[in-house]
């Protein structure tokens, strides 16, 4: 079976530069949840969905975040504009409502020169 | 965002040794969650624990709920090359989806 499937792997991109980052969680999943991983602060869950719908988006760092999900196989954590502090791995996971257990995409490594 | 206290931060041992770690929290937890991240790679679920006191094993993984539902511990018995990575602990509280993610055990093999 698939697991969580993000894209791209690795993005290099330039300041003030719109960022795209997509997320096809498990099948049958209808929890998705976006993090973004850095050495100073580890893992910080910025936004989660529930059906789709966004519960908790108290993590997102600033306006310049936003997340969406158009139906229940497809998210996007968009950045606009992009700055050099946003360069840090994001993780998408997803699980059954109400199962605890999720599971983890192989992550975006975004680097913003 | 508040992280769960894990130790050790580092551990070095030689292959086939055992390995002990654990995570405190100062609050309690409904759910423990142990994961082992590559490098490069995202966290991978290894053990989830429900009930204080639960006693769970996964191949050479233990894992325990701690009695007072703010701790939890992670063994791993006569480690070999691919156990090498970094472990995070993971607690739930009850009604709540947001983990909260321990700081992270890394572990290196010494030839």
């Known amino acids: 079976d698939a697991g969580v499937i993000q894209s791209p792997r690795h993005e290099v991109t330039e300041m003030g530069q719109e960022v795209t980052l997509r997320c096809k969680p498990i099948?049958?999943?209808?929890?998705l949840f976006w993090y973004r991983q850095t050495m100073m602060r580890g893992l910080e869950l910025l936004i989660y969905?529930?059906?789709?719908?966004?519960?908790?988006d108290s993590g997102m760092p600033e306006d310049r975040f936003s997340a969406k999900m158009p139906n229940a196989s497809f998210s996007t954590l968009k950045i606009q504009p992009s700055e050099p502090r946003d360069s840090a791995v994001y993780f998408c996971?997803?699980?059954?409502?109400?199962?605890?257990?999720?599971?983890f995409g192989p992550g975006t490594r975004l680097t913003v020169l | 965002g508040q992280q769960l206290n894990q130790s050790p931060q580092s551990m070095f041992i030689q292959e086939g040794e055992d390995v002990s770690m654990n995570c405190t929290s100062s609050?309690?937890?409904?759910?423990w969650l142990w994961y082992k991240q590559d490098p490069g790679e995202g966290p991978v679920l290894l053990i989830a624990?429900?009930?204080?006191?639960e006693l769970t094993s996964n191949g050479r993984l233990t894992a325990q709920f701690g009695i007072t539902r703010k701790d939890s511990f992670l063994n791993i018995s006569a480690s070999i090359p691919s156990d090498v990575g970094i472990y995070f602990c993971?607690?739930?509280?009850?009604?709540?989806?947001?983990?909260?993610f321990g700081t992270g055990t890394r572990l290196t093999i010494i030839p």
């Open positions: 609050s309690i937890f409904n759910t």
């Open positions: 969905f529930n059906n789709n719908v966004p519960i908790d």
């Open positions: 624990l429900y009930k204080a006191g």
């Open positions: 996971a997803s699980s059954i409502y109400k199962n605890n257990e999720q599971f």
């Open positions: 099948s049958g999943h209808n929890s």
């Open positions: 993971a607690g739930l509280r009850f009604g709540n989806e947001k983990l909260t």
